[in-house]
């Protein structure tokens, strides 16, 4: 049953006359009648008694009338709702963040879009770091926030957040605590706990290429499956590691983040596949550019 057979129906059935009904709907009268037919088949039910003279509505048809409103009302609500999704007002769309880490951007970026698009509703996956890129490059996820530069393999466009500055992390009380910055050469000899490459392949490789670029190779004495469990590591002074400083709230205290000279920032960006088809994900595209501008 389309819009056009419902709304001919209930032209019919109050004007109970297929001249004055069709020039009511601008059609001609065997249109009409051809389109009462075609529904009475489709409902399997016959809707007007009729012949030369007279049009009357049948039991099943004065039935039919009483449920129409409510159907038209039905149909017109679903097309709007369709038209909404299909603009990217109405449905969902996934975040994919990583599990070790509070970035508070996040809580300004859910609430604008929130305020912005109410009908579409933001799922966040925590993921480890390494996972998270896959998740993006497998499309679990609309979209991501990476905190490392991107592997070449994977060309995403992205719109930068924010800039964190990369620290050489050790226990408060190790004698490289107090110093203002540092630069890793001056480490070379420390024992490194450093981040299992299943959990985060930029961390882990982050380490062993700013060592060679500083001329030497780390002595590791551990590795850690998350953030915080490296933060506990360091903590103890069973090692010294790297982290980028919007870490530090996560150790409340307890390890001290030294600035790391002569290395790239780690930057956090918004990153997303340029084919991605859902149609929210545009909207959240500007809600993040009005944040960073």
Known sequence: MTLNQLECFMVLAQRLNFTQAADDLFMAQPALSRLI??????LDVQ????????VALTPAGSAFFKECPKILDEYRSSVV???LAQEGYRGSLSLGIMRDTFEPKISEIYQQFHAAYPQVSMVMKGYSHSNLLSAL???????????MPTPTAMDSPSILLHKNHQCIITSIDHPLASRGSIQMEEVKDEPFVIMART???PGHDFIW??????GFAPHVVAEATHVPVLLTLVSCGIGISTLSDDMACLSQGKVAFIPLLGVPFANVRLMWKE??????LPHLLDVVRSLCT
């Open 81 to 83: 709702a369709a038209r």
């Open 209 to 214: 290429k700013t060592a060679a670029d500083a």
């Open 199 to 201: 959990a985060s392949i």
């Open 137 to 147: 490059e497998r499309g679990e996820v609309d979209a991501i926030l990476n905190y």
């Open 47 to 54: 809707l007007f008694y009729r012949n030369s003279r007279s």
């Open 275 to 280: 084919d991605n088809p859902n149609p929210a």
């Open 37 to 42: 037919s075609a529904l009475e088949k489709e």
